[in-house]
């Protein structure tokens, strides 16, 4: 069970908002690069996320640059899932390979702030402030088994190739 | 049952039918890195234990996007790159050879081929008919060390275009044009496919500028067929043999068509900031431009430079208005040095950068100010963009962007072409 607090962003929120190429030469420097997570989107993210806590968007998160340092310090602040209406695809295969669960569900009744739950296998979100349950949709299997080794790496280590 | 360009592309690359919705894992020719996405691919390559790369795999680094370096961090990462292309004996273009995918459309990509890059327009090849997707940088590590990786094949929608582009009125208007109407998510996951009795008379020029833009739409690729307008433009690169004809069957199954007659279209530009944003340009007369961009893998090729030269000939450009232009490639630069384009630049007032990415992402080279507003030839003009959120990005045609610079605010080009 993931447990932990709601961060609301909107509508095609770009890799470039989440970590702004401004900040290319940080990339071999993750500690660093990670305070400046979500910098152009909400620029008080960094200070205040603490792990556990959700990331919640509207359409097309991730859009843009294939950069993976994008969902990359999403995952280095601490942040337990993405859920969102719709997602960027590059940025899901990217999310998915680092072990950054993505769960695609109408996030419009999530207000930030909001206390959540989330049991990726029942697939079901828990708004603990104002008692909404609802459930995610299905990723195809491919992707689950992936997230189910932890990421690609893991998943390649383990079977040696991809299986289908 | 009949096949869209993308099936037909996956089904040889995976050996087995490939519908869309499938899942296949097929083969790649062709797999490049950028300096920004590649250090990371490295570390995932060596993490995940792979000593080598596959046999099969033509791996290909690129020192494009910091080039070259404004810093110290950004030169110890091309070291790493360099020391990885010794060690794997792959290819690389040091920095001053230009953006990657100008050069894999020069001189790498083949219609039919399967491509991975570590960078979203990887897609730009997509206009010579190659399957060619962007992906992020452990993906790519993956598909260094197995030459394979898995694929969803896409649902496409078929663009259908008629007719020709009118005076002033270029690939770049029918791409941004393109996506106002579907929208930056409009072509999430899906292939958008080129065809249409239009196509014979687009360029390949003209084809990279706007499959380059399919992700802006959210697309996984942007395919043109490989005709006899590719057969030419891959004899005069030198690489006749590498051409194969590649259509999309009769029947091929569609999920909706898009009919765009370009007679109609005008010159357009995206505003800030989103690339759906859009407006005509004579619509956003009056609006004052500080900095014009031309260049990058939407529009830094020769042709691009051509027409920006062909407006400013003997001209000034607008005093509070600076000009930075940095041609795709070396091959463009020379060639445009040949033209005479960049004499007549830079008498016109222009700063001519090395070939890479120049401003396009923020880096360096041209970083806007607060509140200033830039008129870019490149893709995208997200907040942020350009290396300072507080700035403004609009985006348009190199001939939109040679007006824009000549009058100092925003200018359709047809008003001094
Ligand atoms: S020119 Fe711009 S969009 Fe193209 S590869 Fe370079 S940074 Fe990316």
Redesign the interface.
């Known amino acids: 069970m993931l447990k932990g607090r709601a961060f609301k962003f909107g509508d095609n929120i770009a890799t470039d908002h989440i970590i702004p190429g401004r900040f290319a030469h940080l990339r071999s420097n993750l500690s660093e690069l990670a305070k400046h997570v979500m910098e152009d989107a909400a620029p008080t993210f960094a200070a205040r996320v603490k792990p556990g806590d959700f990331v919640v968007a509207g359409t097309n998160f991730g859009l843009g640059s294939s950069r993976e340092h994008a969902p990359l310090v999403i995952k280095i602040a601490g942040v337990s899932a993405i859920l969102a209406k719709s997602v960027a695809r590059i940025f899901f295969r990217n999310a998915i390979n680092l072990g950054l669960p993505v769960l695609l569900c109408e996030t419009d009744s999530i207000n930030d702030g909001d206390e959540l739950e989330v049991d990726l296998k029942a697939s079901t979100i828990w708004d603990m402030t104002n008692g909404n349950q609802f459930t995610f949709s299905k990723i195809p299997e491919i992707m689950l088994r992936i997230l189910d080794e932890g990421g690609l790496l893991p998943y390649i280590q383990k079977y040696g190739s991809f299986k289908l | 049952m009949g096949k869209t360009l993308a099936e037909k592309i996956l089904s040889v690359k995976s050996g087995s039918e490939a519908k869309s919705g499938d899942?296949v894992?097929a083969k790649v020719d062709l797999i490049f890195v950028q300096d920004?996405?590649g250090?990371?691919s490295v570390k995932?390559f060596q993490?995940?234990?792979f000593e080598r790369l596959a046999n099969s795999v033509k791996a290909v680094l690129f020192l494009d996007?910091?080039a070259p370096s404004?810093?110290h961090?950004?030169s110890?990462?091309h070291m790493?790159l360099r020391d990885f292309a010794r060690e794997t004996s792959s290819f690389l273009y040091d920095v001053g050879e230009g953006v990657c995918h100008q050069i894999v459309a020069e001189s790498l990509a083949k219609p039919g081929d399967l491509i991975v890059g570590?960078?979203?327009h990887?897609v730009t090849a997509g206009g010579l008919g190659a399957f060619a997707c962007?992906?992020?940088?452990?993906?790519v590590a993956?598909a260094l060390?197995?030459g394979?990786?898995?694929f969803?094949a896409p649902e496409s929608i078929k663009v259908a275009l008629s007719g020709r582009f009118p005076d002033g009125v270029y690939a770049k208007d029918l791409v941004l044009h393109l996506i106002g109407r579907i929208g930056?998510?409009g072509a999430?996951?899906k292939a958008l496919e080129f065809s249409g009795d239009a196509i014979s008379n687009i360029s390949i020029p003209e084809r990279l500028t706007v499959a380059n833009m399919a992700v802006e739409a959210?697309a996984?690729v942007g395919l043109f067929p490989a005709d006899e307008v590719t057969r030419d433009y891959l004899s005069t690169q030198g690489r006749k043999s590498h051409y194969q004809p590649l259509f999309p069957d009769d029947d091929a199954i569609y999920e909706q068509t898009i009919n765009i007659s370009l007679a109609e279209l005008q010159p357009t530009v995206a505003k800030p900031h989103?690339v759906d944003n859009i407006a005509l340009a004579r619509e956003l007369k009056g609006t004052k431009i500080h900095q014009v961009f031309i260049g990058t893998c939407t529009n830094g090729r020769l042709d691009d430079l051509a027409v920006a030269a062909r407006i400013l000939k003997r001209k000034k450009i607008h005093p509070e208005t600076r000009l930075v232009i940095a041609p795709a490639s070396r091959g463009v630069l020379m060639a445009a040095m040949g033209a005479g384009y960049i004499q007549t630049l830079l008498e016109a007032g222009a700063i001519i950068l090395p070939p890479g990415c120049g401003p396009c992402?923020?880096?360096h080279q041209g970083?806007l100010g607060a509140g200033e507003a830039c008129l870019s030839t490149a893709n995208?003009n997200?907040?942020?963009?350009m290396?300072?959120?507080e700035a403004f990005i609009y985006l348009g045609s190199p001939a939109t962007a040679a007006a824009t610079a000549l009058k100092g605010e925003i200018t359709d080009p047809r008003e001094v072409m």
């Open positions: 899942i894992i920004t996405t250090p990371l995932q993490a995940a234990g996007h910091a404004p810093g961090e950004l110890n990462d790493l570590a960078d979203s990887t962007g992906m992020g940088s452990t993906d993956v060390g197995l394979k990786t898995w969803r930056v998510d999430t996951y959210g996984k989103t992402l923020g880096l970083v995208r997200f907040k942020g963009r290396g300072n959120p």
